[in-house]
Nanobody, 118 residues
């Protein structure tokens, strides 16, 4: 599985961005796609995840109510709509995929930079 993250950029506080994660194929019949981020000098942190059916979504408390994760399985793409962006959202954003029921993610994309200026 190859994951390609895109959509990052430089925006001002309060603006919106939509990230995309395109998958080449899926190894698992039941899987979860997640978004993570890593800011300079900080550890990578979980942002949001969605099940393969789109029926269940999960969010970090820091983004809940501002970010929305969704998927279009016809396009093999997962989206992260980010609204009301804050400077502390500045990070490299990665998408990843894992088998349903396991905790670790097996496949990772290359990351896309999001920079939010104040």
């Amino acid at each position: 599985v190859q994951l390609q993250a895109s959509g990052g950029g430089l925006v001002q506080a309060g603006d919106s961005l939509r990230l995309s994660c395109a998958a080449s194929r899926h190894t698992f019949t039941s899987y979860v796609t997640g978004w993570f981020r890593q800011a300079p000098g900080k550890e990578r942190e979980f942002v949001a995840s969605i099940t393969w059916s789109g029926g269940s979504t999960y969010y970090a408390s820091s983004v809940k109510g501002r970010f929305t994760i969704s998927r279009d399985n016809a396009k093999n793409t997962v989206y992260l709509q980010m609204n009301s962006l804050k400077p502390e959202d500045t990070a490299v954003y990665y998408c990843a995929e894992r088998r349903t029921g396991q905790t670790g993610y097996d496949y990772w994309g290359q990351g896309t930079q999001v920079t939010v200026s104040s």
